[in-house]
């Protein structure tokens, strides 16, 4: 008899893809979840660790490969253990089962008979002899999962659960060659991409001499089209060269982002895709009290400290890429297209980059670097982007504006909810919404893909969050998908989350005051979800939340929660901050119910940084267009500093026979939408706008 | 080729021949050295990852002439502790966890050590505003702060011992 499989497991159903035990006393574990920074390697060994029976420090993790591991597409959304951890967890419960067994037929017993203990096989408690590498020879992996091997029930959790110390952090922390930006390989030689400025863009004039005289070394250049590359042994000559040539190559056909676009409020007017999700509008909306109000968000961008690398190799007809993308499989289909090969012929690699929270360059630096070492057969290449580049060329989180219109009952309570979205597509990936940025110049560019955005049945991407999850008879989105954006849009942490979070959370502060009701109390009063319900009264027990605290005195608190996607983790934050001409956060707490917890030290971490991060987002993050991309660097693209970031206090609700849900994203929303709340109370006066610039703090001011 | 140009790193004496006199340190310390602690961030002296003592100051070496550092002494990561013998601010970054993406970190640890070498007792907000030349994109500030000041007591204790 089978079980249903877990999604990935379901999709790469041979054990043999997922765990392998390669010599005495090592355990292998093959994931195809990549580390990006959120501690997943761990929380996978974890996992393993109880479901095998074998201690942590026996298991190597194997992951993001196209060879060995298995396709789990991306790592994304903060599905890695939602999906890929209870696919490892049965994959682990499968080939356990298996070895029992094989176990018990050699010994003549029944396979209840046996228990293991750090991967020894016992009977009845004592040594039976065996253990799984003395088994490994006559126990074939090679086989398709059952989903009948039983899972270990909570009570018998050693490891899950239990605090475990990042596996990855120590050679971070001694300075070891962990970073794809560390790998070397013989013969290797370094490029930097003249980057085409937009599609269709073409390269008038080279002027080779400048550049190769602004290198004081040897680099030679690379074309294909409109792709330009300049290579060479010195990383300091092809350096030099790469920042020289953005001066010395003209290009016809150059597009730019203007000033005017670079506002949120440009999308109202542009053409869009519509649609509405949900209840139809009311017939009856007549002499009912009215809400309405409209708020907004810019482009956004990941940031990431290090600047996106990719390596490629083409040797012998196969071509080889290390990148630190979320999704090699994906790359690797959209490199088979890009470049004419089969995807048989490509291999694709991961190793580690920085944190990129969403779609950065990664993928486009590791196409550079494929595309370069076609055109150099047997020289291994690593294109490594320049700081201007990353800024400028990846993918920014798209500007969104967010019109709240609520109907209300005689309470004051909401009664009809409609949601009105304007964005950009939070997903233009390679293979999915978008191709990858170096093959746009090549002769015979692939095809943009047709407008379209992340389907709600993986979570939405401008309509993620756009419902409340608050107990309200009728509810709809109305999502415009703008289908020209000024620069390219894509996947941002939490995608449209943020923004819809903040709508709905300010309206639903706004509408408390109107009703004369406390914020908290407002918020029970119109959810009857338990564990929603929970987060909201435990952290405003943990920042000893107090109704009708004065307004106005530029001290203030905010309170807001979500659901993250309406169907993953529960999060409530509760912030304090001051302002006078600006904005300092002082105090931050924070509630989250993630079901089961693998590494609740883990996810405590992950949470804090999305809290930092949002919290830079809302008070200094936009991306300035002016007939170019005008945030280039971290000076123009400030983000925010450690004399900036406030005191954090976060807890887990333990509901550890809830399914195990991610972290990631669910803090992105809850903390925008306090700090616009909190505000809100120090001002008395209301921004609608981010981020909460000084400019628009002071127009608040004057408009009281 | 350019005259060899002598200086130490983590107490050794080292000898660079760049083909330019202009080129970084932290290339040198990356593609002559292998010593690759020491990240690349921005190549604009902006986010603090290519961070390094120099005599004892920190400095970005990420556009620093390799000829400027003549004579001089430079720590890089790898020169403050080993996974045998951690220096205390790095096993108290181990203890607090105190890192997500770990690009970082390097830095961060340099910047900490020559805050605790002239401040050995520093406040949160010392602690802070020694550390904002530094960025950290993840958000593990706090854990990072409580890292240093955890160190300092144990350096405290070790120098009073």
């Given amino acids: 008899m089978n079980a249903p499989l877990p999604g990935p497991l379901n999709d790469n159903p041979s054990l043999d893809r997922w765990v392998a035990f390669p010599a005495p006393g090592k355990v292998t574990i093959n994931t195809g979840r990549v580390e990006i920074g959120q501690g997943v390697l761990t929380a996978m060994a974890q996992i393993a660790s109880d479901e095998l029976d074998v201690a942590m420090g026996r298991i190597a993790i194997h992951s993001g490969d196209t060879e060995r591991a298995p396709n789990e597409g991306y790592t994304a959304g903060s599905q890695s253990i939602q999906f890929g951890g209870v696919a490892m967890r049965q994959a682990c419960a499968d080939v356990r089962a298996l070895f029992l067994d094989q176990a018990a037929k050699i010994i003549g017993c029944k396979a209840g008979e046996l228990s293991i203990r750090d991967g020894s096989i016992l009977r009845d408690g004592a040594s039976s002899g065996q253990d799984y590498w003395t088994l490994a020879g006559a126990v074939d992996l090679a086989v398709k999962a059952t989903g009948t091997g039983p899972r270990k029930a909570v009570a018998d959790f050693k490891t899950i659960g239990a605090n475990s110390a990042r596996l990855d952090l120590p050679g971070k922390i001694f300075g070891d060659a962990v970073f794809i930006h560390d790998m070397k390989f013989d013969g290797m030689l370094h490029a930097r991409v003249v980057r085409q400025p937009n599609r269709g863009a073409t390269i008038g004039a080279i002027d080779e001499a400048a550049i190769t005289h602004a290198a004081k070394g040897d680099v030679s250049f690379v074309r294909h089209g409109d792709f330009l590359a300049i290579v060479g042994d010195s990383e300091t000559a092809v350096d030099l060269a790469g920042a020289a040539a953005v001066n010395h190559v003209t290009w016809h056909n150059v597009e730019a982002p203007t000033a005017l676009q670079q506002e949120a409020a440009w999308l109202l007017q542009r053409p869009a895709i519509d649609r509405v999700i949900g209840a139809p509008e009311p017939s009856d909306a007549q002499g009912k009290e009215r809400f309405e109000a409209t708020y907004s968000r810019g482009h956004l961008a990941h940031a990431s400290i290090s600047p996106s690398c990719g390596l490629a190799e083409f040797h012998d007809g196969h071509l080889t890429v290390w990148t630190h993308c979320q999704g090699v499989f994906p790359l690797r289909g959209m490199l088979a297209k890009t470049l004419g090969l089969d995807a048989s012929a490509i291999t694709v690699h991961h190793a580690q980059g920085s944190g990129c929270y969403g779609h950065n360059g990664a993928d486009d630096a590791a196409a550079d670097a494929a595309i370069i070492a076609m055109q150099m057969p047997g020289k291994p290449i690593r294109v490594r982007w320049r700081r201007e580049e990353e800024f400028v060329y990846e993918p920014k989180s798209p500007a969104m504006v967010v019109k709240v219109r609520a109907l209300l009952d005689d309470d004051g309570k909401p009664a009809d909810w409609t949601q009105e979205i304007w964005s950009g597509t939070h997903n233009k990936r390679p293979g999915a919404g978008g191709i990858l940025l170096g093959a746009q110049a090549l002769p015979n560019p692939l095809p943009e893909p047709p407008p379209a955005c992340v389907p709600e049945s993986s979570g939405g991407g401008g309509t993620r969050n756009g419902e409340p999850l608050y107990d309200i008879a009728a509810k709809r989105i109305v999502h415009h998908l703008v289908t020209e954006t000024p620069v390219r849009t894509s996947a941002l942490r939490g995608l449209g989350a943020m923004p819809n979070v903040f709508a709905i959370e300010c309206a639903i502060d706004e509408l408390a005051e109107r009703a004369g009701q406390d914020p908290v109390a407002y918020r029970l009063s119109i959810i009857a979800d338990k564990r929603a319900r929970a987060v909201i009264e435990k952290v405003a027990a943990m920042a000893k939340w107090q109704s009708g605290a004065p307004s106005g005195g530029g001290h203030g608190r905010g309170i807001a929660f979500s659901r993250y996607k309406n169907r993953a983790a529960y999060c409530a934050v509760v912030v304090e901050l001051d302002v006078d001409e600006e904005i300092r956060v002082r105090h931050v707490w924070c509630a989250t119910d993630a079901g089961l917890v693998v590494n609740p030290d883990g996810a405590i971490n992950q949470i804090e940084g999305g809290i930092v991060q949002s919290i830079s987002w809302v008070l200094k993050e936009q991306v300035r267009f002016d007939n170019a991309v005008a945030s280039f660097d971290w000076e123009t693209y400030p983000v925010l500093k450690f004399s900036e970031v406030p005191e954090i206090d976060c807890e887990l609700i333990n509901t550890k026979d809830e399914v195990p849900l991610g972290v990631g994203e669910v803090t992105a929303g809850p903390t925008a939408a306090a700090i616009g709340n909190a505000v809100s109370h120090a001002l008395g006066a209301r921004i609608r706008d981010l981020p909460l610039t000084r400019e628009r703090i002071m127009a608040a001011l004057l408009k009281n | ?161």
């Fill in chain 2, 1 to 161: 080729m350019t005259k060899p140009i002598d200086f130490t790193v983590n107490g050794k004496y080292v000898s660079a021949s760049p083909s330019n006199e202009d080129t970084p340190l932290l290339n040198v310390l990356r593609n002559e050295f292998g010593l690759m602690g020491t990240r690349f961030g921005c190549g604009l002296e902006q986010c603090g990852c290519c961070m390094v003592l120099i005599d004892g100051q920190p400095e970005k070496c990420c556009t620093k002439p390799i000829s400027s550092v003549a004579g001089k002494s430079i720590t890089t990561v790898e020169g403050l502790g080993t996974a045998e013998y951690p220096h205390p601010l790095q096993q108290a970054f181990i203890d607090e966890q105190a890192g997500q993406c770990g690009y970082c970190l390097a830095g961060i640890l340099i910047s900490a050590k020559a805050l605790l070498a002239k401040s050995p007792s520093p406040t949160r907000k010392e602690i802070a505003l020694a550390l904002d030349g530094n960025i950290c994109r993840c958000g593990s500030h706090n854990r990072i702060m409580r890292a240093v000041e955890k160190a300092a007591a144990v350096m405290r204790a070790g120098a009073a011992s």
